[in-house]
């Protein structure tokens, strides 16, 4: 007797059921993978800059002694004096590929926003020195304070970096490509990394100004977490 052998498959509408619902699955995942791997790329990135001012900072330290001491308060804060700052005190550490020193220069054509737009940070200008690494990293070096009501600049303890990840290229927002790193306590430092976290929270969220969402980040155990305004 023959046996009949019968070939088993999928129909076209079942294949076609399977791919829509696959197509379905994919649209409701797809940008959360996307998000998720943004946020891991960024930590990745700021923490690599991160490492590397860290070890400039010492490689200085080592040749031109404390940090406390960079500062020449008797001199005019300009572009010129922050520029010699930079060059005495950092140059010689960084593989840097350009150097900016007036507004719009390395591209950088506005200022960068906060996720709400309700405040801003100048990158270049306005007496900052900026440097673009060669992995494309952007740094402005602020060894400056401000007096907003007097709308005066005055030297300070203070000395401030301002990072854009990614350079010139957008999105250009605070807390996403953009952060702030610091002197503090002779290392560097996330912005407002010592600060209450409440108080972290409550800058570094959608309707803060983001300035200290470097130190959340570092706070947060080098994470972006769900609270985290992206």
Not at 77 to 99: A, D, G
Request: overall charge neutral; glycine content about 6%; aromatic content about 12%.
């Amino acid at each position: 007797m023959k046996h009949h052998k019968f070939a088993s498959g999928f129909t076209l509408a079942e294949v076609l059921i399977t791919l829509g619902i696959i197509g379905v699955v994919a649209a409701l995942t797809m940008p959360s993978l996307i998000v998720n791997y943004q946020k891991k790329q960024t930590v990745a990135q700021l923490k690599k800059v991160y490492s590397t001012l860290s070890q400039a900072y010492e490689m200085s330290k080592n040749e031109n002694g404390p940090s406390e001491y960079w500062i020449d308060s008797t001199t005019a804060i300009n572009t010129e004096n922050v520029k010699k700052y930079v060059q005495k005190f950092w140059l010689p550490y960084f593989k840097s590929i350009q150097e900016c020193s007036k507004s719009g220069d390395c591209n950088y054509d506005a200022n960068a926003k906060t996720p709400s737009g309700n405040g801003n940070l100048a990158l270049t200008g306005n007496n900052r020195y900026t440097i673009i690494l060669s992995d494309g990293t952007l740094i402005a070096f602020v060894p400056f304070s401000w007096d907003a009501d007097a709308e005066t600049q005055y030297w300070g303890s203070s000395q401030r970096f301002y990072i854009d990840l990614n350079g010139a290229k957008r999105p250009n927002i605070i807390g996403k490509d953009v952060f702030i790193l610091w002197i503090n306590n002779d290392k560097i430092s996330g912005n407002c990394q010592t600060n209450k976290e409440e108080n972290i929270n409550a800058e570094c969220s959608k309707t803060g100004k983001c300035q200290c969402c470097s130190g959340k980040i570092i706070r947060d155990g080098w994470e972006i977490r769900d609270d985290y305004p992206w």
